[in-house]
């Protein structure tokens, strides 16, 4: 039975579906996701506008283009990724000037998940697909 496997499919999923959502609701005034000016949760612009949406594309590929071991081994890339965003925005809130407002702590509080979510799912699935290749059947 593929249950982590299944897990990681729809973790990737939703993962997708909720990173473009966030994108398009930043093209619109809104409490959450927004420019600072309107006091929201999280700080974004065009560009982290377009990042949400194309990584969320990437998420999607992932849960849709890839399987077993692929897709497993891609989620912990994605969140490996989203790690070195972390650590970049911690660097430079503006990620050196691409954003054109930097991040806030609630940012931060995010990329920490975006990072260890996906490579935990990720791990998950790649040790229940390895123990099925060496284990009798």
């Known amino acids: 039975m593929d249950n982590r496997n299944d897990l990681a499919k729809w973790f990737a999923a939703g993962l997708g579906i ?5 994108g398009v609701l930043g093209f ?8 600072p000016q309107n006091d929201p949760i999280f700080h974004t612009g065009l560009v982290h506008n377009i990042v949400h ?5 990437v998420a999607l590929f992932i849960a849709f283009g890839l399987s077993g071991l692929a897709r497993a081994n891609a989620l912990i890339a994605f969140g490996a990724v989203y790690g070195l965003v972390l650590l ?3 660097v430079s809130p503006d990620l050196f000037g691409i954003f054109e407002h930097p991040v806030n702590a609630a940012d931060h509080l995010l990329h920490v998940l975006l990072t260890a979510g996906p490579i935990l799912v990720g791990w998950l699935a790649r040790s229940e697909l390895t123990e099925r290749d060496v284990s009798p059947v």
């Open 18 to 22: 909720v990173l473009i959502a966030v």
């Open 28 to 35: 619109v005034d809104n409490p959450i996701v927004s420019e």
């Open 53 to 57: 949406i194309a990584t969320g594309a």
């Open 88 to 90: 970049a925005t911690l």
